[in-house]
Structures are given as structure tokens and as C-alpha cells.
């Protein structure tokens, strides 16, 4: 019987949902930093991180529920990094996800503030123990966490994002780029998933090479639908990275180029997981449906 995305998605997600609302339960009720968090976190996002986290651990034949908290961490993480991007010093964005922006709809301290809690909130998660997994596992995780977040990752892609709208970068500075900016936290989902689920190290380095691919083409595809994308469908405005003079995928290559890019990244995210067996179904489905979306 032919794996079904949309199903497999729409249970995860509601699992991961509410995993991360009964973590927010534990925080103190009366705080306005949770509040905006709170605000952040359940803004409807497609939860794609967390969502590969798990798939990785299924893919080396682990209990997905052992990484759950590891798989909120990176929404987590991911969600502070949404809410940083958007003010007014980075990105400037009024909207998200179809409704304001943190800072729009608390104030930008508040949202300085939850970001910070939502990162450092992800690493006190993380470091939780669950019963049957070696201590070991957890700090191949938690190194692999914490270097997909700051210099070797994400911070250091956005800094080179901010930087890239200075002027033109050639296109081997702006796959550096998106392969720091958003490809690492994917990266390390998936590495730790397979981690979590107990995965050998060849399995390990083709869930890495596999996410290399696909946080690529996840980027790319972004870049195409700021193009022409709906942004009624999107939930955030289009044609900013224009306005802004960015370099991206389809200022630099075209937009059918662009596509083409982004195809055949898939592709071979797909020939990294040939020795894997239907267990690892979703990620095979999940990267076809990566360029696929319209939001």
C-alpha cells in the first residue's frame, strides 16, 4: 500500500502540537514572556523540523516518542529564530504566518525577550533524560543542537543574509548562506533523530547528507515563492526579497533555473537514503512535497 503524506502529517503535527502546549503549561501562567511565546509557537507553523525529527528516528527503526522532546526543541529553536528575523533591526516583518508579527503584537523587547526564552527553554527540554536511551546519545545531540544554532549554523547564516543585501553574492556565497541559515537546524534534526533512535554511523551520515539536500532546497523553494508565491496562502507578503535588493535563487539564476535547482537537490536527497527501507517513507515523501508547496 502506497505510503500517505498528508495523514502521517496531520498526526505528527497534532502530537508535536501537544507536546509543545503542555511544555508551555509548565511555565509560570501570569508572564508576558510566555505569552509571546505562547503567541509564537502556536501561530499554525508546518512544524517541518520537528516532523523530520521524528521520521529519522522511525528510519533507523527507533520509538519516535523517545524523541519527542528533542523534536519540539528544534520547533523551538526554529520559532525564536522566526521571531529575531522579523524585527525591525533584521527583516522588518509585519506579518507571519497570516496575523502580526511578535514584536507587532506584543512590543520588541517582549519579543527580544521570548526569543531568548524559546532558545534556552529548547536546551532545558533537550537535556531531559528518557528512560531506555544512553547518556551518550545525549550529548552527540546536544553538541549537534547547539552548533546548528550559533557561529558554525544559524546565527552565522543570518549575519551573512543581513550582509548579502548590501550588495550582489555570487552563488556559491549564497548556498554558503542558506546552508548555514537554514539548512543546519534541518541537518541536525535529522541527525538527531537518528541519534535518538539508536542509527548506525552510515545511517547518521546519509540522514546528514539527506538533510544537506533538502534545508537546501527548502531555502531554494522559499526563494521562489517570495517570487511567486500567493500571499494569501503564504500568510506574509511577496516580492520583499526584490525590494530589499537580496540575493536569492531566482535574482541570481532565474526563476525556472531555480526550479530546476531545487529539483534536482531533491533528487539527490532521495539517492542519499537508497539504503534505507520503506521505513523511511515519509522522508522520502516529505522531500518531494518540500518543492511542492505553496506556503
Known sequence: MPFELTPYLEERRSLINEALLKELSRLPSDSRVRAAMDYSLNAGGKRVRPVLCLAATDAVGGDFQQAM????????IHTFSLIHDDLPAMDDDDMRRGRPTCHKAFDEATALLAGDALLSHAFEMAFRKVPGIDPGRYLKVLHAMARS??????IEGQ????????????????????????????????????????????????????????????????????????PNILGKATGTDA???????????????????????????????????????????IANYIIKRRR
Open 69 to 76: 522532546g528533542i523534536a519540539c526543541a528544534f520547533e523551538m
Open 149 to 154: 544554532v550559533g557561529c558554525f549554523g544559524m
Open 159 to 230: 549575519m551573512r543574509d543581513l550582509l548579502g543585501e548590501t550588495h550582489l553574492v555570487s552563488l556559491q556565497e549564497l548556498e554558503a548562506i542558506h546552508r548555514l541559515k537554514t539548512g543546519a537546524i534541518i541537518e541536525a534534526s535529522l541527525f538527531c533523530g537518528g541519534v535518538i533512535g539508536g542509527g548506525d554511523d552510515k545511517q547518521l551520515a546519509a540522514l546528514e547528507a539527506f538533510g544537506r539536500r533538502i534545508g537546501l532546497a527548502f531555502q531554494v523553494t522559499d526563494d521562489i515563492l517570495n517570487v511567486d508565491g500567493d
Open 243 to 285: 525590494a530589499r535588493n537580496k540575493s536569492t535563487y531566482p535574482a541570481l539564476m532565474g526563476l525556472e533555473r531555480a526550479r530546476e535547482f531545487a529539483d534536482q537537490l531533491i533528487k539527490d536527497a532521495l539517492k542519499a537514503l537508497a539504503a534505507f527501507d520503506n521505513k523511511s517513507d515519509p522522508l522520502r515523501s
